[in-house]
């Protein structure tokens, strides 16, 4: 029996079974209980993005917390900047939360993609065996050919006064010649034991709500609900060189030595000065 090769689709109408589609009814049954965080949990076979779907039913007063939207493909999802994410239907995870955190002061809010970040990450490396790890502020890194790349993005956008829609893009079963530039990655191609992302998205809503829960009972701290820790444990970034691109065109070199309590990078320059950076493009300069 010949071997099968995964580096390339099948051009056969039966190659889609690779990538069956998600049960709406069956993730509602697992996702959703009393008490818990997930109220809501809908799929759409196509959509422009889940984010501006999400965040225009949550001005509308038509999202709660816990209302979860999935797609199986985005026409025009955005990553931060603006960026355009794109990848073939059924073969990732596209989703977008509401999370109304009205027991923690606002400025902690901007934990919310790190803790994001976690929760994914978290939920990623028990589900499909895969390491994973965190590049500041918001991708998910994975290892392909001893090569780090990044395999997915967070992107969390206000939601009137008092929420946060959180989008999050995962690819999962892409192969080499699917890939939108060469610097991505997919679970696939991290040698993932699985790529059926029924019980990778409930493994990652699960590991979000849980995260979530501590961090909110907490009012927010990061400190005291172990998520600036175990960011930090997690975060490739932290250790390393990088240039941080900067608003305004200006740019910043250091060595990344910590995620401070306000979730910023701080950046130790050669000048001898420790730089918190709240926003901004990072670039890995040295290897770990």
């Known amino acids: 029996m010949t071997p099968r090769d995964d580096s390339e689709p099948s051009h056969s109408r039966w190659s889609d079974l690779d990538r069956p589609p998600l049960n709406a009814t069956a ?23 889940t984010n501006t779907d999400l965040a225009a039913r949550a001005a509308r007063g038509e999202a709660e917390e816990g209302s979860v939207l999935i797609a199986e493909e985005q026409t025009a999802a955005r990553g931060r900047l603006d960026r355009r994410w794109s990848a073939p239907p059924r073969s990732g995870l596209f989703f977008s939360v509401v999370l109304r955190p009205a027991e923690v002061p606002v400025a902690r809010w901007g934990w919310l993609p790190l803790l994001t970040g976690v929760a994914v990450a978290t ?5 499909a065996g895969v ?17 780090e790349r990044k395999a997915g993005g967070i992107l969390a956008e206000r939601a009137g006064d008092d929420g946060v829609v959180i989008g999050v893009g995962v690819n999962v079963s892409l192969r080499a010649s699917e890939l939108p530039v060469p610097g991505a990655g997919s679970l696939r191609l991290a040698g993932a034991g699985g790529t059926d992302r029924d019980p990778l998205l409930r493994a990652v809503l699960r590991s979000l709500e849980d995260w979530y829960v501590r961090w909110r009972s907490a009012g927010g701290d990061p400190a005291a609900s172990g998520l600036q820790e175990t960011y930090a444990a997690g975060c490739a970034t932290l250790g390393r060189t990088v240039r941080a691109e900067l ?18 990078l701080v950046l130790a320059t050669e000048q001898g000065v420790q730089e918190p950076v709240g926003a901004g493009d990072i670039v890995h300069l040295r290897p770990v």
């Open 27 to 49: 993730l509602r049954r697992a996702l959703v209980r009393e008490g818990g965080l997930w109220r809501h949990v809908d799929v759409v076979q196509s959509t422009g993005s």
């Open 123 to 127: 939920g990623l490396s028990r589900a």
């Open 131 to 147: 390491d994973t790890a965190l590049k500041w502020p918001n991708d998910l890194l994975v290892t392909v050919g001893g090569e």
């Open 247 to 264: 608003p305004g065109d200006r740019s910043l070199v250091g060595e990344a030595v910590a995620v401070d309590g306000d979730g910023r």
